[in-house]
């Protein structure tokens, strides 16, 4: 069965470090997103791509980058991570615009 | 400016009853509805959509009706069953954005 998974599931990292979140979908899918869920704010998008080579920002993008060399993955960088970037994290994927976006699992990011 | 709002943070409804959970939202361009519902530690899955030229739409025991005029739309579960627990978010979409903007859910209890 085709499926979407991010790893790590958990990371504990400091202040200012470089941190690589990964997403890998076997839907073979165009559009990929990553999102944010934080009390308060349901789910904000990230970075979202459309295609391989292709990114573009959401809403809440600062401190955030992306890179999609392939269709199955869009990982997701924190530059210099900053401990309001504690949150959790999803990733997902959709066949196109009107199709539902299927989420994995999400990583729970804690930055001390 | 929340573009999707769910008012309700938390509803508790009997087993075998009715639950109902609303969603208002304010720009009149979204084409596509969805609701997502989420359990703990997991990605949120896909439950049920509504496009905007319709004003229902039904699947087993999950209907959403949507009211484009006065910019809202609800979930209504019957039965509900303990099963159903879970944290659920209204989401919409346009065609030219591509993009879901989400409510920030409503958590909902059956209780027995």
């Known amino acids: 069965d085709a499926e979407i998974t991010q790893s790590p599931r958990h990371k504990i990292t400091e202040t200012g470090r470089q941190v690589t979140l990964a997403c890998h979908q076997t839907?073979?899918?165009?559009?990929m997103f990553w999102y944010r869920q934080d009390l308060g704010h349901g789910l904000r998008l990230i970075h979202y791509?459309?295609?391989?080579?292709?990114?573009n920002k959401g809403e809440v993008s600062d401190g955030y980058s992306v890179s999609r060399s392939n269709t199955e993955d869009l990982p997701l960088t924190l530059e210099s991570a900053a401990s309001s970037q504690t949150s959790v994290y999803f990733c997902?994927?959709?066949?196109?615009?009107?199709?539902?976006?299927?989420f994995g699992d999400g990583t729970r990011l804690s930055i001390l | 400016d929340q573009q999707v709002k769910q008012n309700s943070p938390s509803l508790s409804v009997q087993e075998g009853r009715i639950s109902i959970l609303n969603c208002d939202y304010t720009?009149?361009?979204?084409?596509?509805f969805l609701w997502y519902k989420k359990y703990p530690a997991e990605g949120p899955t896909f439950l049920i959509s509504?496009?905007?030229?319709?004003d229902k739409n039904e699947d087993g025991r999950f209907t959403v009706f949507l009211n484009k005029s006065a910019k809202h739309l609800s979930l209504h579960i019957v039965p509900s069953q303990p099963g159903d627990s879970a944290v659920y978010f209204c989401?919409?979409?346009?065609?030219?954005?591509?993009?879901?903007?989400f409510g920030t859910g409503t958590r909902l209890q059956v209780t027995l």
């Open positions: 839907w073979n899918h165009n559009n």
């Open positions: 989401a919409a979409i346009t065609g030219t954005a591509s993009k879901l903007t």
């Open positions: 720009n009149s361009m979204f084409d596509y």
């Open positions: 509504i496009s905007s030229i319709k």
């Open positions: 791509s459309y295609g391989v080579h292709d990114t």
């Open positions: 997902a994927s959709s066949e196109s615009w009107d199709q539902p976006q299927h």
